[in-house]
């Protein structure tokens, strides 16, 4: 039984392949493996494609940049510094109030940016990063130099390796007073009016920065009250009796008798 049912299991295409030998008895007939044969023809395919392949690669292109007659030399932003020049600088300069009055402090911001494409020196110190104030218009004829942070700051050396893009922040404070070259005291004071601050460095001509506008207002002093009078003097204008005054003997009534005379 067990063997029936295994030859049922063979399939059709494997049971005509069976021959008939001598007799009538069926002979299995052997077949031959063909993967070889494959196997031949898919490395035929691959040797084929490899030399089309290796024929009709492209073949490589000159350099672009050989091709060029003078290329640009490429900057390197870890080259040893230079001063910075003035085109390469960005300063700004921005103030706490807009409106000063006498005895109040103005707070001044000071940025110094590097905009070149490589790192450079600045000396940003207090004499050379200095905030000038003038009375009217920065540029014009009529304007007046009232003070400046270069004027009592010491000659110190502040030395700045900004590299692309840095920034540099400082604060300055003006005491509402003025001030010149050597910090000599006793200078006048301000008078009210309109007042213009502006950031320069020194030996980088050409570099500043935007111009921030000032009022400066000196409050009127008040006034005292005026008296209006005398404070013994009555509403109607006399001047009230005093009552610890002694009574004038000539005041006393005629019509007083004397106790001495008799009728």
Known sequence: MLQREVQQVVSAPERAERT???????????????????VIAVLAVLVV?????????????????SAKENPPAPVDPNAAASPCAPEDLDMGLAADRATVTPGVRVGFTVLLRNEGEVQCLVDASR????????????????????WSSADCAKKEERLLLLGPGDVDVTDVSWSDSRSVPGCEPGQPKLSAGRYTAQVTLAGAEGA????????????????????SGSPSASPSGKASAD???????????STSANPTDKP
């Open 243 to 253: 009552p610890s005054a002694s009574p004038d003997p000539s005041a006393s009534p």
């Open 208 to 227: 500043s920065s935007d111009v921030v506008q000032l009022t400066y207002t000196v409050p009127e002093p008040s006034r005292s009250p005026s008296p």
């Open 127 to 146: 004499h050379n990063l200095a905030v000038t104030v003038y009375e009217g218009e920065v540029g014009e004829p009529t304007a007046e130099r009232a």
């Open 49 to 65: 494609g490899g030399v089309g392949a290796a024929v009709t690669w492209p073949r490589s292109e000159a350099s672009i940049v």
């Open 20 to 38: 008939q030998g001598r007799g009538g008895q069926q002979v299995p007939v052997t077949r031959r493996p063909r993967r070889f044969g494959r």
